[in-house]
């Protein structure tokens, strides 16, 4: 049978079409044909599929049309939409998943499709729960025992990526709830990224020893990253205190199964203690709930036999409760306690005060990080490095602030170096490139000129230390690289009109590095020495 791979538009054509027109039955009628291999033949003739469907005792030409589909047909018998263009259809699929998980997100989507309106009868709903549909009354815990079996037997392989997983369950999971009141619907979408999140965490201890292992994290760390960016948006669009208010059986389930899944302190792509403590940030009006989670915690911490990490994940929890109710000299006690502290745990509250212009309280943060942002990823290390910068505009002073890029360095290489041109102090930014060996080809030109327009005479170690580095390196590359050097520092003592200091310092260079024949080669050629 040949194989045939027709182009990804014209499939994501074809899966609409399917879910419009097929019934379920003989959707999952056709997909056994194709499993049994009952496509012989297939072949792209024009913009339209013609396949070749067995049976026991005879076959039929299946036309499956590419632009039209209404207009697709087959030999058999059968009314409408039959279990041979369906077995065609998912043969065609093949090439780009595996079709028995595109069969049972098609079914969910006829299902949908055929769903009764809201306020139906009891046996109706009898109907839909028997048919694995979500129920409004349902409790969370049911929503997920339902999505988990939607996408039972999902694995991450080169036809199934992570990226797939998080397009196929926002596509098919939001629309069984379409007709939902607004309170439960909008803690539903909360639950499927919740979902969504679990099996990424999932799918990433399951392929850690894989051989694509890299592959795969990276592939998990960016839906993860997805994932906690659409949470934000769905909480953002809640009023979070009026909903737990309307729902508090729902949200009290949900608040529970969040502090199971968070507070583990697993290696997980997902950051749990930030899902963790928005929504609790956002529950400012429930003292109740906040009491029973801080008393639950307690318990937690009590325990002798807790791991370190998870410890650790639990101190973070409980300090947040105490930021939330304003007690943040507390929180810092608790935060002491930590084992391995890690700065990225943290941007929560320097992102939000940041933002909000409380300058004194992203100060306090920004102070308290210092010890453990060194270890940070980089681009938390460059907000770090802006936030103090933005801060430092609101006092009366940025020794403070350079004394945080010094301690810093060489990492913070780039931002103080900024900010000391920006400041104008070129004596500090020449003591800099020197301390860190930088020279002056790898430097910005309009840099170097702004310099020498303030003061040339600044420039001359820097290029006297570069010129002899180059030396010392003992080859020809290295002493072109040297009188390239040499030429610029000739320049700027003729600017100075110091031509005496030139000629003393170029023998004096020579003499040093007289039996470098090579060297003394390319002096002679820029006639500095006879």
Same mark, same amino acid.
């Given at each position: 049978?040949?194989?045939?791979?027709?182009?990804?538009?014209?499939?994501?054509?074809?899966?609409?079409?399917?879910?419009?027109?097929?019934?379920?039955?003989? %959707?999952?009628?056709?997909?056994?044909?194709?499993?049994?291999?009952?496509? &012989?033949?297939?072949?792209?003739?024009?913009?339209?599929?013609?396949?070749?469907?067995?049976?026991?005792?005879?076959?039929?030409? @299946?036309?499956?049309?590419?632009?039209?589909?209404?207009?697709?047909?087959?030999?058999?018998?059968?009314? =409408?939409?039959?279990?041979?263009?369906?077995?065609?259809?998912?043969?065609?699929?093949?090439?780009?998943?595996?079709?028995?998980?595109?069969?049972?997100?098609?079914?969910?989507?006829?299902?949908?499709?055929?769903?009764?309106?809201? =306020? &139906?009868?009891?046996?109706?709903?009898?109907?839909?729960?028997?048919?694995?549909?979500?129920?409004?009354?349902?409790?969370?815990?049911?929503?997920?025992?339902?999505?988990?079996?939607?996408?039972? =037997?999902?694995?991450?392989?080169?036809?199934?990526?992570?990226?797939?997983?998080?397009?196929?369950?926002?596509?098919?999971?939001?629309?069984?709830?379409?007709?939902?009141? &607004?309170?439960?619907?909008?803690?539903?979408?909360?639950?499927? @990224?919740?979902?969504?999140?679990?099996?990424?965490?999932?799918?990433?201890?399951?392929?850690?020893?894989?051989?694509?292992?890299?592959?795969?994290?990276?592939?998990?760390?960016?839906?993860?990253?997805?994932?906690?960016?659409?949470?934000?948006?769905? @909480?953002?669009?809640?009023?979070?205190?009026?909903?737990?208010?309307?729902?508090?059986?729902?949200?009290?389930?949900?608040?529970?199964?969040?502090? +199971?899944?968070?507070?583990?302190?697993?290696?997980?792509?997902?950051?749990?203690?930030?899902?963790?403590?928005?929504?609790?940030?956002?529950?400012?009006?429930?003292?109740?709930?906040?009491?029973?989670?801080?008393?639950? %915690?307690?318990?937690?911490?009590?325990?002798?036999?807790?791991?370190?990490?998870?410890?650790?994940?639990?101190?973070?929890?409980?300090?947040?409760?105490?930021?939330?109710?304003?007690?943040?000299?507390?929180?810092?006690?608790?935060?002491?306690?930590?084992?391995?502290?890690?700065?990225?745990?943290?941007?929560?509250?320097?992102?939000?005060?940041?933002?909000?212009?409380?300058?004194?309280?992203?100060?306090?943060?920004?102070?308290?990080?210092?010890?453990?942002?060194?270890?940070?990823?980089?681009?938390?290390?460059?907000?770090?490095?802006?936030?103090?910068?933005?801060?430092?505009?609101?006092?009366?002073?940025?020794?403070?602030?350079?004394?945080?890029?010094?301690?810093?360095?060489?990492?913070?290489?780039?931002?103080?170096?900024?900010?000391?041109?920006?400041?104008?102090?070129?004596?500090?930014?020449?003591?800099?490139?020197?301390?860190?060996?930088?020279?002056?080809?790898?430097?910005?030109?309009?840099?170097?000129?702004?310099?020498?327009?303030?003061?040339?005479?600044?420039?001359?170690?820097?290029?006297?230390?570069?010129? +002899?580095?180059?030396?010392?390196?003992?080859?020809?590359?290295?002493?072109?690289?040297?009188?390239?050097?040499?030429?610029?520092?000739?320049?700027?003592?003729?600017?100075?009109?110091?031509?005496?200091?030139?000629?003393?310092?170029?023998?004096?260079?020579?003499?040093?590095?007289?039996?470098?024949?090579?060297?003394?080669?390319?002096?002679?050629?820029?006639?500095?020495?006879?």
């Amino acid at each position: 049978m040949l194989k045939l791979q027709i182009p990804k538009n014209r499939m994501n054509y074809l899966i609409k079409q399917i879910q419009i027109h097929f019934d379920a039955v003989v %959707l999952e009628n056709g997909w056994e044909y194709f499993h049994k291999g009952r496509v &012989a033949e297939i072949d792209l003739v024009g913009t339209s599929i013609h396949a070749l469907v067995k049976e026991t005792n005879k076959s039929h030409n @299946v036309v499956l049309n590419l632009e039209d589909f209404v207009h697709s047909e087959c030999s058999c018998s059968y009314d =409408g939409f039959c279990k041979h263009i369906g077995a065609a259809f998912f043969n065609l699929y093949a090439p780009y998943g595996r079709p028995e998980l595109l069969l049972q997100q098609l079914k969910q989507a006829i299902l949908t499709r055929k769903k009764p309106a809201r =306020g &139906a009868a009891i046996s109706a709903s009898r109907n839909a729960s028997k048919a694995n549909i979500p129920l409004e009354e349902a409790m969370p815990i049911e929503w997920h025992r339902l999505f988990e079996g939607r996408f039972h =037997g999902f694995s991450i392989s080169h036809q199934n990526s992570i990226e797939t997983f998080y397009e196929s369950a926002l596509e098919t999971l939001p629309g069984y709830a379409a007709d939902w009141r &607004a309170s439960t619907r909008e803690l539903y979408m909360l639950h499927i @990224v919740l979902f969504m999140m679990r099996k990424i965490e999932q799918f990433y201890q399951d392929t850690k020893s894989s051989y694509l292992s890299f592959y795969h994290e990276n592939g998990c760390k960016v839906a993860a990253k997805n994932c906690e960016d659409k949470f934000v948006e769905f @909480v953002e669009r809640m009023d979070v205190n009026r909903s737990f208010t309307t729902e508090p059986k729902h949200w009290q389930a949900t608040m529970k199964m969040l502090g +199971e899944f968070a507070l583990q302190g697993k290696d997980s792509p997902i950051d749990w203690l930030f899902v963790y403590r928005y929504i609790w940030w956002k529950l400012t009006e429930q003292p109740k709930a906040q009491q029973e989670e801080i008393q639950r %915690l307690e318990l937690l911490l009590a325990k002798k036999d807790t791991i370190p990490r998870k410890k650790d994940t639990l101190l973070v929890a409980r300090a947040h409760f105490d930021i939330m109710q304003g007690n943040t000299d507390t929180a810092f006690q608790r935060l002491e306690k930590l084992t391995h502290p890690n700065a990225k745990d943290f941007f929560l509250y320097l992102n939000y005060y940041y933002k909000d212009q409380q300058w004194e309280k992203t100060l306090f943060w920004l102070r308290w990080l210092l010890s453990t942002i060194s270890h940070a990823n980089h681009d938390d290390f460059r907000t770090f490095c802006q936030y103090w910068l933005d801060t430092t505009k609101h006092l009366e002073s940025d020794s403070e602030w350079v004394h945080v890029m010094e301690s810093l360095l060489p990492r913070s290489y780039y931002y103080y170096t900024a900010y000391l041109l920006q400041t104008k102090r070129y004596r500090q930014w020449i003591d800099l490139q020197l301390a860190n060996r930088i020279s002056p080809l790898s430097l910005y030109a309009l840099e170097l000129r702004a310099i020498e327009d303030h003061d040339a005479a600044l420039l001359l170690p820097l290029y006297h230390q570069a010129a +002899e580095r180059a030396v010392l390196e003992k080859n020809r590359a290295s002493y072109k690289t040297a009188v390239r050097l040499l030429k610029k520092l000739h320049a700027i003592y003729k600017q100075l009109e110091q031509d005496d200091r030139w000629e003393h310092y170029i023998y004096r260079l020579a003499d040093k590095f007289s039996r470098l024949r090579a060297f003394q080669e390319e002096l002679k050629k820029g006639k500095w020495i006879r």
